[in-house]
């Protein structure tokens, strides 16, 4: 393996590891909210209260800026141009912040009306205020957010990714702790005021990589050399883009709110539940990818991209592929492990599992779409995720109408599911045609081989789990034999097979000297 290969995959082990540590941090939280709040319309008010201060963060501060702003600032550390970074920097933090608190101010005044007409209008005139005071409180955490997102950013344009992907972590650190010692008097609201104080940790854990690179800041609006100019024109088309995806997570919600009471939060859940996977491996690998494409790209080496491509994309399809079958073999016990405790019932836990199985159906779109999409972001081509973001949106609003009536809740998961689906195959074929292929053979072979490792990992768990059935064992037993057993199989025959996703890791490893950027710590 390559140099630049192996430094990829040892970014991609670290930051998967990171993400790792943020999603047990975020089932400690999900099991402490279950058990005080179950499935229900209270915690539909919680979630919905998210819509809107969700889609302002993406739109402003989300991924789009990340894409615009991280290449420009890569670019003056390659000058090494140090002032020239730091006012960036600065500018970008100062406008966000400003732009956050002048729309913030808007949806708080509006949050009723909102609320009423566009987030939930099938809850009840009290739930729906409920989720206009909960948003305000939201809002304020959006606002922390949003200059943290800058300071994520500034960290990836210096290849430093460890405190970045820490931050997540911390983040539902501080729900835990509105769950625990502030929903008892606030109810719902404690969660709200909880998530400010994550948001505060999300912040304060990034400081110190920022005060390592030498962190300067000046109150600017501009720059003088116009790159923030620069940097809002390349965001345009990608901000449309996040925001077609946060506009179909709202309809989505407005959607629900129609379905029985705790199908918001069922939704919430089952997204969540795929996410887990997903985050850990398709953002892992797209974030550290990005810079190396971006790069490969500027030096129209078409060879390197094609490879980097291709083999990133069997890594990717070798780890999602067996997550998305163990999700839905073993869904349903991993639910009851985690979550089925006081206020979270056995229909929750059906209810829920509902929406995982429909959504795991995705991870793989998703976990793709990750990578497609940042191949066109390293070319500084924001217009055509744009595009097909957008009809493949209309595709999932529309699906979502006719699905919802006879498969409920899990109907709109099942129409994102395909609507991912078709917009990854959609990327994947414009990439291939501008770069001459994305070795799409060598990974079609590799499909092959993934779907035997993947059926002989079936195999053993759906025996596991019929003897452990057979013997009465518990909900635990179920999930410990039946992921243990089979992991221990994917991960034999993926050895034998030579998959990507099983070598990556233990080349990454065989690397004696660490990469200091990717796991520097001050």
Not at 366 to 392: G, K, M, N
Not at 422 to 430: G, K, P, R, S
Request: proline share 5%.
């Amino acid at each position: 393996m390559e140099s630049r290969e192996r430094h990829l995959a040892r970014n991609t082990l670290v930051v998967g590891a990171s993400f790792g540590l943020a999603a047990v941090a975020g089932l400690w939280r999900n099991m402490v909210i279950a058990r005080q709040f179950g499935i229900g319309g209270e915690l539909d008010i919680y979630y919905a209260a998210f819509k809107l201060p969700e889609l302002l963060f993406m739109i402003v501060a989300g991924g789009a800026l990340a894409t615009a702003l991280i290449p420009v600032l890569s670019d003056y550390l390659a000058r090494e141009d140090k002032e020239a970074f730091w006012r960036l920097a600065s500018a970008t933090i100062n406008i966000v912040g400003m732009v956050i608190m002048v729309l913030a101010l808007i949806a708080g005044l509006l949050a009723p009306t909102l609320v009423r007409y566009i987030i939930a209008p099938g809850f009840t005139p009290q739930a729906q205020a409920e989720t206009a005071r909960a948003m305000r409180l939201v809002l304020v955490s959006t606002l922390i957010f949003g200059v943290s997102a800058v300071q994520t950013s500034v960290l990836h344009s210096a290849k430093h990714f460890f405190l970045p992907a820490l931050a997540p972590t911390v983040y539902p650190l501080g729900i835990v702790i509105g769950a625990l010692f502030l929903a008892p008097r606030w109810g719902i609201h404690g969660l709200a005021a909880g998530a400010i104080l994550g948001a505060l940790l999300h912040w304060a854990v990034q400081l110190p990589g920022l005060i390592h690179h030498g962190l300067r800041w000046w109150p600017v609006l501009s720059t003088p050399d116009g790159t923030l100019r620069r940097v809002l024109t390349l965001m345009g088309p990608r901000v449309l883009d996040v925001g077609v995806f946060q506009l179909t997570l709202l309809v989505t919600a407005n959607l629900a709110s129609r379905l029985e009471p705790g199908s918001l939060s069922a939704l919430e859940w089952g997204w969540g539940f795929m996410q887990l996977p997903e985050t850990v491996i398709g953002t892992a690998f797209g974030l550290v990818a990005l810079p190396t494409l971006a790069d490969l790209a500027a030096r129209q080496d078409f060879e390197a991209l094609r490879r980097t491509m291709g083999d990133t994309l069997r890594a990717i399809l070798g780890l999602t592929i067996p997550a998305t079958a163990g999700l839905i073999l073993l869904g349903r016990p991993l639910l009851q492990v985690l979550y089925q405790r006081g206020a979270f019932d056995a229909g929750a836990t059906e209810a829920v599992f509902v929406a995982v199985r429909f959504y795991a159906l995705g991870l793989v779109g998703h976990a793709c779409l990750e990578i497609a999409a940042r191949a066109f972001f390293a070319q500084q081509d924001t217009l055509t995720p744009l595009l097909v973001a957008a009809a493949t949106g209309a595709v999932n609003l529309l699906l979502g109408v006719l699905l919802m009536r006879p498969l409920g809740h899990g109907g709109l998961a099942l129409a994102n599911t395909v609507a991912v689906s078709a917009e990854v195959l959609v990327l994947l074929a414009i990439v291939s045609r501008r770069w001459g292929g994305i070795e799409g053979r060598e990974t079609l072979r590799g499909l092959g081989r993934i779907a035997l490792a993947t059926l002989a990992m079936v195999i053993v768990v759906v025996a596991m789990l019929f003897m452990a059935e057979r013997a009465r064992l518990g909900a635990l037993w179920l999930v410990t034999l039946g992921a243990g057993a089979g992991g221990l199989i994917y991960l034999l025959v993926g050895w034998r097979l030579r998959l990507t996703a099983v070598l990556w890791p233990l080349r990454a490893l065989k690397q004696r000297t660490p990469d200091p950027s990717a796991v520097m710590v001050p």
